[in-house]
């Protein structure tokens, strides 16, 4: 188990403007994934955070609007870039330890809530 | 993509009375989990079943699995008020290693 702490846990930003959130574990993770969270929605994968490397994206998400970083095994960053209302969601982090069986199940920390005016 | 499906989408019932909720998904797979939401924060694990597995409990949880089917079912026995949260399916595919999470069912528990 691991005890993830996201920070900020809510937000009101303005249209145009960016937001970093970060993301710390209190113990070595082998995978780090941020997630979306639309209003009454489900959870939809962003990217896959890589230690020392540039994130895994999935398909819709591009580097220049949500730049992450994850300089080590304990700590990785999502930024919202150039906002807009649509961009408002639950912004989370979740982390797995392991491979292969052993990393089948994802711990999340208590999300992130942006509002875009 | 999404893979799961779940229903219903919400779900109301008297404390004490069971819940069933069901997912269904569309690739084979490695494995499928159900997570717990409250209050629109992070997820909790609740239990994950294996896709040569039929049937998992956990204390007042059961879940079942028919992949022949591709469906699975969360059934939560003598329900509680701190029940009450959305519930997701979310599966590995055989194909890679993402975790890919259904829409959800909100159940709320009635005192």
């Known amino acids: 188990s691991a005890v993830i702490s996201q920070k900020p846990s809510r937000d009101i930003c303005q249209r145009g403007t960016s937001l970093t959130i970060q993301c710390q574990v209190d113990?070595?993770?082998?995978?780090m994934f941020w997630y979306r969270q639309q209003p009454g929605q489900s959870l939809t994968l962003i990217a896959t955070?890589?230690?020392?490397?540039?994130?895994?994206?999935e398909s819709g998400f591009v580097i220049d609007k949500f730049p992450i970083s994850r300089p080590n095994l304990t700590f990785s960053t999502l930024t919202v870039s150039n906002m807009s209302p649509e961009d408002s969601s639950i912004y989370l982090c979740?982390?797995?330890f392991g491979f292969g069986v052993q990393a089948e199940k994802l711990f999340f920390g208590s999300g992130t809530q942006l509002s875009v005016l | 993509s999404q893979q799961g499906e779940e229903d219903p989408q919400a779900l109301s019932i008297q404390e004490g009375e069971n819940a069933t909720m069901n997912c269904s998904y569309k690739?084979?797979?490695?494995?499928l989990q159900w997570y717990r939401q409250n209050s629109g924060r992070g997820l909790v694990h609740l239990i994950l079943?294996?896709?040569?597995?039929r049937e998992k409990h956990s204390g007042r949880l059961r879940v079942t699995l028919d992949t022949s089917k591709k469906s699975s079912s969360l059934l939560i026995t003598a329900s509680r008020a701190a029940d009450t949260a959305s519930y997701f399916c979310?599966?590995?595919?055989?194909?890679?290693?993402?975790?890919?999470f259904g829409k959800g069912t909100r159940l709320h528990i009635l005192p």
């Open positions: 979740s982390v797995s």
């Open positions: 113990s070595q993770v082998t995978m």
């Open positions: 955070a890589n230690q020392g490397s540039e994130a895994t994206y």
């Open positions: 690739t084979s797979i490695n494995n």
């Open positions: 079943i294996r896709s040569n597995e």
């Open positions: 979310a599966t590995d595919a055989s194909r890679d290693d993402k975790i890919i």
